[in-house]
C-alpha cells in the first residue's frame, strides 16, 4: 500500500528547530517532488515548501523563507523540513505530499498521496 508517514514533530519553544521526516512506503521517492503543506487550526491549509524530483527547492510561503528547508534523500525514501528559529505561528499540522507536477501549482489534484500528519507546537 502506497504510504507516507511523517514524523518528527513535537513541542518546541520559540526559536527553537525541529526536523520533520517524510518516509515513503511501498514505493519509491525518487520519482516524485515532495511538497510540505501546514494547517493551522481554524485556518485553511497552507503550502509550505516543495522539493522537485532532482532536488530544486521551491519556496511558497514567504513567512518561513531563511528559516525552513526542504531536502531529500532517495536512499533512505525520506524528505525532510529543517524547521529553524521557530514561532508560535508555525504551530500547525504539518503534512507531506506527493506531487506530479513538480512543484508548479496547477490544483489540488497534482497531489496524490498525503501522509497523516505530524503536530508541531511552538510554545514557551
Known amino acids: 500500500q502506497v504510504q507516507l508517514v511523517e514524523s518528527g514533530g513535537g513541542l518546541v519553544q520559540p526559536g527553537g528547530s525541529l526536523r520533520l521526516s517524510c518516509q515513503a512506503s511501498?514505493?519509491?521517492?525518487?520519482?516524485?517532488?515532495i511538497g510540505w503543506f501546514r494547517q493551522a487550526p481554524g485556518k485553511n491549509r497552507e503550502a509550505v515548501l516543495c522539493i522537485t524530483r532532482s532536488g530544486s527547492t521551491t519556496i511558497y510561503a514567504d513567512s518561513v523563507r531563511g528559516r525552513f528547508t526542504i531536502s531529500r534523500d532517495n536512499t533512505k525514501n525520506t524528505v525532510y523540513l529543517q524547521m529553524n528559529s521557530l514561532k508560535p505561528e508555525d504551530t500547525a499540522v504539518y503534512y507531506c505530499?506527493?506531487?506530479?507536477?513538480?512543484?508548479?501549482?496547477?490544483?489540488?489534484?497534482?497531489?496524490?498521496?498525503w501522509g497523516q500528519g505530524t503536530q508541531v507546537t511552538v510554545s514557551s
Open positions: 511501498a514505493f519509491t521517492l525518487d520519482y516524485y517532488a
Open positions: 505530499a506527493t506531487d506530479a507536477a513538480n512543484c508548479v501549482m496547477v490544483g489540488p489534484n497534482q497531489y496524490d498521496h
